[in-house]
């Protein structure tokens, strides 16, 4: 029996086309993987079964009766639930009264009562809450424990899930595996979207993919593999090795001692870390979101002038030049070349309104010289990421703000590697980028090793940063608790490390 079923919907936004005569089908007692690119519809598809946008033709039937969800509410009138990538708590409510906040049902509120039923449903299904903790005392995992707990205490019996382990350690994601199959044991329906493929096989019973925007089938999880389904995803066979070569004549580039920074509250952002960054090797920076790993590498490129500690750069001529207290421009000055690619892409990396060749010149508008004449250049830069890294734009003049996520990414990188850098550090270079171009991408990285760069990588999946990395530094709450051989590491050790307390440093080489 299908407990949901989407037959032709389309949704667009003025002429963009999100979603174009998707079908879908969902059984009770399964898990149904959603996967496709960057772009693909598969966040609008699921956001029109969950209320928040309606679709501008098609039909939705559950448990075989045509229905109309033109709010949340309908969809949870019809018992369905989903579990956003950003959660939407309230920081000084407990467990519980975040699960019962808004739910009118004419009783009488009882918070004990309420705290008794979350225990229950915890216990059912092996989730581990504590009812009375407030949220802002409360790790990612648990959190997102919180949400998926209020839409079953709402009788949510189909649940989507978006990239639900974006945020998680290997361990809560196998914990949260778990659960998800006692819940589909249970009969309850589920849909995951995620990008992570062994996740996919791991966890799902069939998988339907999308690509820009259409349907292109729905597989047997038993009955297809990585390679296949990305075939189907990006539309053409990709390569999906990172070919790893050993690092040649290592040197010491980047030296970095004792460093520490407090935030704006005077917490400790970054404690005592400690590591170097050799030439010729790439250096994967693993943790939890939020552990000091986007911070370290701003304090490293000037950006965080409260910042204490030794940051040390070791020019090709082995002369040692101290970084700190120094500006960017300064840092650049000194010949020391530092390719930052931020998080953020168009609040740090890019101007939105500037076109793609403008973006390219960032770099050299200084005091109105000789680039304010010759554009040609940057032209050609321009061009060749375009060409090299597939970029998908009307042309070089578009501004950079029309072009999607992904997109905007491919711009940045593609920038930051042209300026030949000698330390080049790219903090989620990936994020929100197809399978396809992340590869790119990723032997982009492996290119500028071979040249002799010292590239610092930080990436959320740990499959890759085990695959591309010679050398792992696992950050746990802004502390190094440890540094392991990227080629002997496995993925538990490393996510041990990435929830260890402060402390562990037996790991480290």
């Not at 990239?163 to 819940?183: I, S, W, Y």
């Not at 009955?223 to 390569?239: C, D, F, I, Q």
């Amino acid at each position: 029996m299908n407990a949901l079923e989407l037959k032709n919907v389309t949704k667009k936004f003025g002429k963009v086309v999100a979603n174009k005569n998707v079908n879908l089908t969902v059984k009770s007692g399964e898990i149904l993987a959603v996967l496709g690119e960057n772009g693909s519809g598969k966040t609008t598809l699921m956001n029109m079964i969950a209320g928040i946008y309606y679709p501008d033709e098609g039909e939705i039937f559950v448990n075989g009766n045509p229905v109309t969800i033109a709010s949340p509410k309908d969809a949870f009138d019809l018992h369905i639930g989903m579990i956003h990538q950003h959660f939407k708590l309230v920081d000084i409510f407990t467990a519980t009264e975040n699960i019962v906040l808004g739910i009118k049902d004419k009783k009488r509120f009882n918070l004990k009562d309420a705290e008794k039923k979350v225990i229950e449903i915890s216990s059912k299904y092996g989730f581990e809450i504590d009812p009375k903790k407030k949220i802002y005392e409360m790790s990612v995992s648990e959190k997102q424990t919180v949400e998926i707990v209020k839409v079953l205490y709402r009788g949510a019996d189909i649940l989507i899930l978006d990239e639900p382990t974006a945020v998680l350690t290997p361990q809560e994601t196998e914990k949260l595996f778990k659960v998800l199959k006692k819940m589909r044991d249970d009969g309850k329906s589920i849909i995951i979207i995620t990008h992570k493929m062994h996740e996919v096989l791991s966890v799902s019973d069939r998988v339907t993919i999308l690509r820009r925007g259409e349907y292109i089938d729905t597989v047997a999880t038993a009955e297809t593999n990585e390679a296949e389904l990305t075939e189907m995803m990006v539309g053409k066979r990709v390569s999906l090795n990172i070919d790893r070569s050993e690092p040649k004549n290592p040197v010491d580039r980047l030296v970095v001692n004792h460093l520490n920074l407090k935030n704006s509250e005077n917490v400790k952002i970054l404690d005592d870390v400690s590591f170097t960054a050799k030439s010729g090797e790439i250096l994967g920076i693993a943790g939890i979101a939020g552990s000091g790993q986007k911070e370290l590498l701003e304090s490293i490129a000037g950006l965080h002038t409260s910042a204490q500690g030794e940051i040390t750069y070791i020019d090709p001529q082995n002369k040692e030049i101290n970084l700190m207290e120094k500006t960017p421009v300064q840092i650049r000055e000194l010949g020391v070349r530092l390719s930052f690619v931020p998080e953020d892409r168009l609040g740090m990396g890019l101007v939105g309104n500037m076109d793609i060749i403008d973006n390219m010149m960032l770099r050299s508008y200084k005091k109105g010289k000789s680039m304010f004449l010759d554009r040609q250049p940057p032209k050609k830069l321009a061009k060749s990421i375009i060409d090299e890294l597939e970029v998908v734009t009307p042309s070089a003049t578009t501004p950079v703000r029309r072009l999607s996520g992904g997109n905007v990414q491919k711009v940045l990188v593609g920038r930051e590697i042209a300026s030949s850098p000698t330390v080049l550090m790219a903090a989620y270079p990936v994020r929100g980028l197809d399978i396809n171009s992340s590869y790119t991408i990723y032997n982009l990285l492996n290119e500028q090793k071979e040249n002799g760069v010292a590239v610092i990588f930080v990436g959320e999946d740990l499959d890759v940063l085990l695959e591309l990395c010679d050398r792992i530094l696992v950050i746990s709450s802004g502390t190094v608790s440890g540094i392991v051989d990227g080629r002997t590491a496995t993925k538990e050790g490393v996510g041990l490390l990435m929830t260890k307390v402060k402390g562990a440093k037996e790991n480290e080489e």
